[in-house]
């Protein structure tokens, strides 16, 4: 069963410091995955979506890196704002679950300090 | 063009009581979901919808029903709130390709006394 993990669950980095955001998955068989971000009280804005073909997508100061191999995918954020303080959410859309839903991580809730 | 949209964006219930949540869409996507987020876990999928005229299980449908009622609208119901139903729910939609990016409604927050 294919299971999802982000590590921390919290972190807290100075304005203007240049971060990475861990997700890993078990089950390297999977269509795409997503990073997300979810600011509190409100619902989930899709930031960048990478392909199993695909190793990186960037957008603005976002890079999404993904190595299926290893089931291992990092969100690095460039030159951090106090703007940038969300829950960071990644899911992995398996390809062995015909259901077409999700898989879920638990979010690394980041906290930049002016 | 607005997205995903859901109502209510806040409700408090009795238990036992029932109440359906609704998600709209504009995109013309084919498919459809209902997850819940409850503290400390990842979203979990309730029902989907992968095309109009469609519903399935996903990992946690017990004690809700839901309806695809066309292709913009896709609702949730409780028919006997309990406690453990507390949770933000999430409406989702794509264009049902695997391929292809989910989108968000802005979740409604239940919670059941």
């Known amino acids: 069963k294919q299971e999802v993990t982000q590590i921390p669950a919290a972190l807290s980095v100075p304005e203007g410091e240049n971060l990475v955001l861990n997700c890993s998955f078990t089950?390297?068989?999977?269509?795409?995955l997503q990073w997300f971000r979810q600011d509190p009280g409100k619902g989930l804005t899709s930031l960048l979506l990478?392909?199993?073909s695909q190793r990186e997508q960037t957008s603005g100061r976002l890079n999404a890196s993904l190595d299926k191999s290893s089931g291992r995918s990092t969100l690095y954020i460039a030159a951090s704002q106090p703007g940038d303080s969300a829950t960071y959410l990644c899911a992995v859309r398996p390809q062995r679950d015909s259901n077409y839903q999700l898989i879920w991580g638990a979010g690394t809730k980041l906290i930049i300090k002016p | 063009n607005a997205g995903v949209t859901q109502t209510p964006k806040f409700q408090v219930l009795k238990t036992g009581q029932s109440m359906t949540l609704q998600c709209a869409q504009d995109?013309?996507?084919?498919?459809m979901y209902w997850y819940r987020q409850d503290p400390g876990m990842g979203l979990r999928l309730i029902y989907y919808s992968a095309s109009e005229g469609t519903t399935d299980k996903g990992e946690v449908p017990n004690g809700y029903n839901v309806s695809r009622l066309n292709k913009r609208e896709f609702s949730l119901r409780l028919e006997s709130a309990a406690p453990s139903q507390t949770s933000v729910y999430f409406c989702?939609?794509?264009?049902?390709?695997?391929?292809?990016?989910?989108?968000f409604g802005p979740g409604t927050r239940l919670t059941v006394l």
């Open positions: 989702a939609s794509s264009t049902g390709s695997a391929y292809n990016e989910q989108f």
């Open positions: 990478i392909q199993s």
């Open positions: 089950d390297s068989a999977i269509y795409n």
């Open positions: 995109m013309n996507h084919n498919s």
